[in-house]
């Protein structure tokens, strides 16, 4: 899988040269180049933003630098297989079965938009050309795309076969197929008594029927509690 990011903060992407991304561009899983967006301007200030047509608060990113840069990266011709993402608050909702999709992608471009947003011009021409995701990380406003793009790599590269050590502990994760839509019960570890806070006996009793019930009954629990969203859902266990 090879992951391109476009920005003009590209030092944002040095961190995935140190996280468990790393480790995966080293096993050769994934290839990571992160871009400078302002090497694809031609005036003496590398300008990349322009007054909003129709008038508005604050600059929108011009559409030939990104034109240019997709030209070089990407190429001129069309290929469905190019995923191009732009994180936006506008966008979809990023969930873990888009992350599921996408670890089967060959090439992923990360197009992370500054100031009020990039020209409506360049998704318009990325989807004539390749399959365009805009995703929203959550309902609250970033300053940019660049984190949307880190969490949405580390969320898709970890789903890539052969990146997680142990595949099984996937299948027990929030949001995953195998969790019935549910969220993840609480974990414990050793000491079984800490500053006066025990471990669960049912956890210690050895008994694996026990253990799964109270499991199950706690991510039901959370479930209820915290994502009531969820509960409704098809793919969720409780009706
Ligand atoms: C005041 N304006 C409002 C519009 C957005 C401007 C900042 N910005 C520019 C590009 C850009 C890309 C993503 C996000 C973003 N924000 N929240 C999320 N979940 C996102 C995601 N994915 C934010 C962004 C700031």
């Not at 129709?54 to 030939?64: I, Q, R, Y």
């Not at 992608?105 to 998704?123: L, M, N, P, T």
């Amino acid at each position: 899988m090879r992951l391109d990011y476009l920005s003009i903060f590209p030092a944002y992407f040095d961190v995935l040269d140190i996280s468990l991304v790393g480790k995966a561009a080293i096993n050769g899983l994934v290839e990571i180049h992160a871009h400078d967006l302002r090497d694809w301007t031609h005036d003496r200030h590398r300008t990349v933003d322009d007054t909003p047509c129709g008038g508005g608060a604050g600059m929108v990113m011009k559409p030939d630098p990104w034109g240019e840069a997709f030209d070089e990266i990407i190429g001129t011709e069309s290929d469905p297989s190019v995923h191009v993402i732009f994180p936006a608050p506008s966008g979809t909702p990023f969930t873990q079965s888009a992350a599921a999709e996408l670890s089967s992608a060959q090439r992923i471009v990360f197009c992370c938009g500054r100031y009020e947003g990039i020209d409506h011009r360049v998704i318009d021409y990325a989807r004539s050309m390749w399959t365009v995701h805009e995703v929203s990380l959550g309902d609250y406003v970033l300053n940019g795309g660049e984190v949307a793009a880190l969490a949405i790599t580390e969320a898709v590269v970890r789903l890539v076969p052969g990146f997680m050590g142990n595949p099984e502990s996937l299948a027990e994760e929030s949001f995953s197929a195998g969790q019935d839509g549910l969220l993840e019960y609480p974990l414990f570890t050793r000491p079984v008594s800490w500053r006066g806070l025990d471990v669960p006996e049912v956890l210690m009793s050895g008994h694996h029927g026990r253990i799964a019930s109270w499991r199950r009954d706690e991510s039901v629990r959370l479930t209820r509690e915290r994502r009531p969203d969820l509960t409704d859902s098809d793919s969720s266990g409780i009706h």
